[in-house]
């Protein structure tokens, strides 16, 4: 059965640090690419970042890239995003998904990277002023 587990949301204030981490079962981890994307109220859901777990490049949206971080442990088949000096615009439910042939790759500030075969449940993540 493929899971993938997202975990480590909660409530932070403004300027804070949360890990979400991405628990990925089920599938061969290391052919997959894997990010993140978000849904706050009331908006769509936004891409944020992602990984090849193969060769380790990532891609992030302008708007997080100089405060969140993805990175991957292949051992543990868990992709990380490390969230910093988090915004109240932050506040979203934050999902994983992967995806075995999607490219993963930033480029003029925009995520490209629209996962098909997998998406895990949200984690909550509130930022509060």
């Known amino acids: 059965e493929v899971q993938l587990q997202a975990s480590g949301g909660g409530l932070v204030q403004a300027g804070g640090s949360l890990t979400l981490s991405c628990a990925a079962s089920?599938?061969?981890?290391?052919?997959?690419?894997i990010g993140w994307f978000r849904q706050a109220p009331g908006k769509e859901r936004e891409g944020i970042s992602c990984i090849s777990t193969s060769d380790g490049s990532t891609g992030s949206v302008d708007s997080v890239k100089d405060r969140f971080t993805i990175s991957s442990d292949n051992a543990k088949n868990t992709v990380y995003l490390q969230m910093n000096s988090l915004k109240t615009e932050d506040t979203a439910v934050y999902y994983c998904?992967?995806?075995?042939?999607?490219?993963?790759?930033?480029?003029?500030?925009?995520?490209?990277?629209?996962?098909?075969?997998?998406w895990g449940q949200g984690t909550l993540v509130t930022v509060s002023s």
């Open positions: 998904a992967a995806d075995f042939t999607a490219p993963c790759f930033s480029y003029n500030g925009k995520l490209y990277f629209s996962p098909q075969d997998y």
């Open positions: 089920g599938f061969t981890f290391d052919d997959y690419a």
